[in-house]
């Protein structure tokens, strides 16, 4: 999957400013995480797939079109044993500490969506929660906060 989605951020890339590009990736980062959360246990629900194009129209600069290709392309390769350290850690260079405390609570935002939190989600949160250096009772705050 990291290499799908390394082409397709080169591609998406390749013919920004420098400015627009170190947005572009931070924006696609974060999108590739919910992603990845959302793949968790296998599959993205309908509800889990609202949520994720809600955060990413909401929150980033990214359109319809976008948005469905960069999830297409997740979907296509479901190999959860990459790293996630070359997403966090862009956003732990660029995100001050209350930007990454709301990528995770978006993270458990999207977990939440289909109204069933699998092991693994939670899991993979709770991992993307420490590669962000999130403290601890942040990262229970958010879960709290998105399940309400």
Do not use: C
């Amino acid at each position: 999957m990291i290499n799908t989605i390394k082409e397709y951020f080169e591609g998406l890339l390749a013919n920004s400013s420098d400015d627009n590009k170190n947005n572009k990736s931070l924006e696609l980062a974060t999108a590739v995480l919910m992603i990845e959360i959302s793949l968790a246990d296998d599959h993205i629900d309908d509800r889990e797939r609202d949520e994720i194009k809600k955060q990413m129209t909401t929150g980033f600069d990214l359109d319809d079109q976008t948005i469905q290709e960069l999830i297409e392309a997740a979907e296509k390769e479901v190999d959860h044993s990459v790293s996630l350290y070359e997403f966090t850690s862009l956003l732990n260079d660029k995100l001050p500490m209350e930007d990454r405390v709301a990528v995770v609570k978006n993270l458990w935002r999207i977990a939440y969506a289909d109204n069933v939190l699998d092991k693994y989600e939670e899991y993979y949160i709770r991992k993307v929660a420490d590669l962000l250096y999130v403290a601890h009772s942040d990262f229970i705050k958010s879960k709290l906060d998105a399940a309400n």
